[in-house]
C-alpha cells in the first residue's frame, strides 16, 4: 500500500508560479513510476507530467510543455509539479498517482495507476 498527499495548491494569479508537492512515505517509493493528473469542474481526469523511478525519463501534456517541470527527490520521498506561467484553463484539482508501470498517460478513467492521492486544489484566477 502507497499512500500519496499532495500539497501545495492554492491561489494564484494568471502568470504566476505554484509548485506542489506529493509525498510517498515508505521505502518502496524509488521503485514507482510518479504521475500528475488534473481534473477540472465538470471534465474528466487528464494526464500533466509523468517522471521515472530514476527520474531520467519524463513526460509532459503538450498543454503545459515549457511551464510545468516534473521532479523527484527518492531521498525524501516526495514528487513535485513545478507550474509556472499559469493560466486560467489550469484551475483544477491535481492528483498524484503511482505506479510501477510507466505510460499510462493515456486511458482514460483511472488509468490503471494503482495508487491516487486526494488532490490539491489549483484554482488560476484572469
Known amino acids: 500500500q502507497v499512500q500519496l498527499v499532495e500539497s501545495g495548491g492554492g491561489l494564484v494569479q494568471a502568470g504566476g508560479s505554484l509548485r506542489l508537492s506529493c509525498a510517498a512515505p515508505?521505502?518502496?517509493?524509488?521503485?514507482?513510476?510518479m504521475y500528475w493528473f488534473c481534473q477540472a469542474p465538470g471534465k474528466e481526469r487528464e494526464s500533466v507530467a509523468a517522471i521515472s523511478t530514476s527520474g531520467r525519463s519524463t513526460y509532459y501534456a503538450d498543454s503545459v510543455k515549457g511551464r510545468f517541470t516534473i521532479s523527484r527527490d527518492n531521498v525524501k520521498n516526495t514528487v513535485y509539479l513545478q507550474m509556472n506561467s499559469l493560466k486560467p484553463e489550469d484551475t483544477a484539482v491535481y492528483y498524484c498517482?503511482?505506479?510501477?508501470?510507466?505510460?499510462?498517460?493515456?486511458?482514460?478513467?483511472?488509468?490503471?495507476?494503482?495508487?491516487w492521492g486526494k488532490g490539491t486544489l489549483v484554482t488560476v484566477s484572469s
Open positions: 498517482g503511482a505506479d510501477p508501470v510507466w505510460g499510462l498517460w493515456v486511458g482514460g478513467g483511472n488509468y490503471g495507476i494503482h495508487y
Open positions: 515508505g521505502r518502496t517509493f524509488s521503485t514507482y513510476q
